[in-house]
């Protein structure tokens, strides 16, 4: 991008580009939708330290050493990513920084690819840290700008809340230069970064009167903004609120918060008494509202706008109906019913044969977060439980544990959900000798979030090469006695690799090892197709859940036959191993079809 330019970009990487004109020099993250893009716009920069970590709380380790260092520091992830995070960031309120530390951090309203809707504002008041939340591309820019300067300001870290609108679409950009902002070196102080009780405690009030002064920042801060005429009515909000709220309500007195907390409650109260009505319009949970209520102004909010999934301007049209600020709207006709389309895994992955396996042993599956979870749909339907990033192996010794599992229990762990958060829950399942069997599905890549880097790669996010995590000498290492490698494509030796897995007393480790079918290198073998008439439309092939395998208009006896689409077919054949009559056979190539 040339500076002086104006150049369309998503909310994402806007802030990237906010964090390299602010010389950030350190940026690290784990990712996770919707905030995986920002690192990975500049992974091509030389003048920046652009890295994945294992998991949040790493990453949020790391930056926190390189601001202490008096590097500017940048650290991301989704909102479940905070939680992982947590312990490092309250800690973090109380001895500051040294250098400008952010944390973005990428809300899922309506969980588009998240387990849980969970309000990061919540987490700004916990921790006592000040949050900016940027309504667009532009405002995402600005934001990260000004959050380092505050971080420096006031030495604390600065969050940065996006939600998933913000963060992929897209506006224009005015691209500025890069600030000059060399690592000004650590400076020792135990007194403020050794968080012994003695110290935290001298540490607690120095919190509470940065508050009080980012407070009076707020209050006089050009971040709050004031618009409109009307004074029927007047309306606060932040964030994308703020744009559905104007495109209804083009006129509106609006009073948008760009810092959401703390709250700039004098210019709140004023705005109140400037007009008849006062509303809130934000997503997700009433922080703003229950904050004026607390001070006790009269506002009203959460009970014309849904607390459940994103806001829309149609639902803020509806609500100011409902509120009688805007007339009723029509009833719209029902919309015509669709087909539904439930998500699938990839035709080829690597991750279904294990389950289907899984399936027919009738093991209890304590699941992980990873593309593998569409495993606990249908026709698969062979995971049990999916809670957050590495549990499902310490969920695993705890149903062992409990006697109620009717079968052997396994968990399920993708290679970097492993390396995030399961290495503990498997030291664990060793240290209780829990009789369970862990099936670690190594594709290679954090697959679900597009394809990223990990420590077991061998690969950085900047593409230089690097010493793989081996998994299996890993789990050999913590004390697993019977640890295997296994080609899921295999079903025979899949199906043995995981029984005798299970026979074994204790806990035992099935890695699966095929690559990602959708990884930058992709896999293809020649694809398969079936011989019409030598199918008996036993469907046993469609008990995989490939999408390339899909219903035929020919039937026998009644039931319906298969075909395969050769275009999306990537040639892995589990769906022939699965095939009684032997009816799928390989594409002939065009010299095998001359021979004929």
Same mark, same amino acid.
């Given at each position: ?291 004026? $209520? ?61 389950? $289907? ?54 968990? /399920? ?31 290679? /890549? ?13 690969? /950085? $996010? ?11 000498? $890993? ?122």
């Amino acid at each position: 991008m040339q500076v002086g330019s104006r150049s369309l970009l998503s909310g994402n990487e806007a802030i990237a580009r906010g964090a390299v004109e602010a010389g950030v020099l350190v940026a690290v993250g784990y990712p996770g939708t919707p905030s995986t893009e920002i690192l990975e716009s500049i992974a091509d920069r030389v003048d920046m330290e652009v890295r994945w970590s294992p998991n949040e709380k790493v990453a949020l380790d790391v930056a926190l050493g390189a601001s202490l260092g008096g590097a500017r520091a940048l650290v991301t992830m989704k909102h479940v990513g905070l939680n992982v995070a947590s312990d490092t960031y309250m800690t973090a309120a109380y001895t500051g920084v040294g250098a400008g530390l952010v944390i973005v951090v990428a809300d899922d309203p309506g969980m588009h690819s998240s387990q849980n809707e969970q309000d990061t504002r919540a987490y700004a008041r916990m921790g006592g840290v000040p949050l900016l939340e940027p309504s667009d591309a532009s405002e995402a820019k600005e934001y990260t700008a000004i959050a380092f300067a505050i971080s420096e300001e006031f030495d604390t870290p600065v969050l940065v809340r996006t939600t998933t609108r913000v963060s992929h679409n897209r506006g224009v950009v005015e691209v500025g230069s890069r600030a000059d902002r060399p690592a000004t070196g650590f400076v020792r102080d135990p007194a403020k970064y050794v968080m012994i009780p003695g110290h935290a405690r001298a540490r607690r009030p120095v919190l509470l009167e940065r508050l009080e002064r980012l407070t009076d920042y707020v209050e006089a801060s050009p971040l709050t903004i004031e618009s409109g005429d009307d004074a029927g009515f007047g309306v606060v909000t932040s964030g994308i609120a703020h744009h559905y709220v104007r495109e209804v309500l083009p006129d509106a007195r609006i009073l948008k918060l760009g810092m959401s907390y703390p709250l700039p409650m004098n210019r709140i109260r004023a705005f109140s008494e400037s007009v008849d009505r006062l509303f809130v319009v934000e997503e997700l949970d009433p922080h703003v509202e229950d904050a004026i $209520l607390a001070a006790g102004i009269a506002v009203e909010g959460g009970t014309f706008f849904s607390r459940v999934g994103e806001l829309s301007p149609d639902a803020v049209r509806g609500g100011f109906a409902t509120a009688g600020i805007l007339p009723a709207q029509p009833s719209a006709e029902a919309a015509p019913p669709t087909v539904a389309r439930p998500p699938v895994l990839c035709p080829g992955c690597s991750h279904a044969p294990p389950f $289907l396996v899984l399936k027919r042993i009738g093991a209890v599956v304590t699941g992980d977060i990873g593309c593998y979870t569409l495993a606990a749909l249908e026709p698969l339907a062979a995971m049990d439980t999916c809670v957050a990033m590495g549990s499902s192996i310490g969920m695993a010794v705890g149903l062992a544990a409990s006697g109620g599992a009717e079968g052997p229990v396994v968990a /399920t762990i993708g290679d970097s959900t492993f390396l995030h958060g399961g290495i503990p829950g498997l030291a664990d399942a060793v240290y209780s000798q829990a009789n369970i069997t862990v099936l670690i599905l190594d594709n290679g /890549t954090v697959a679900m979030t597009g394809g990223q880097e990990h420590p077991g790669t061998g690969v /950085t $996010l900047q593409g230089s090469d690097t010493t793989p995590v081996n998994l299996m000498a $890993l789990c050999e290492a913590l004390g697993v006695r019977d640890v295997r490698v296994v080609d899921p494509y295999d079903l025979a030796a899949t199906y043995t690799a995981l029984e005798s897995a299970i026979a074994h007393v204790g806990p035992s480790v099935v890695i699966t090892n095929r690559p990602c079918v959708e990884a930058p290198t992709k896999i293809r073998d020649r694809p398969f197709q079936v011989i019409s008439e030598a199918c008996t439309a036993c469907q046993g092939c469609m008990t995989l859940g490939c999408p390339s395998i899909v219903w035929s208009e020919e039937t026998y006896e009644g039931r319906r036959k298969v075909v395969i689409d050769p275009v999306t077919c990537t040639g892995c054949t589990v769906c022939v191993q699965l095939c009684p009559p032997l009816a799928i056979v390989a594409v002939p190539d065009r010299e095998d079809a001359a021979s004929v």
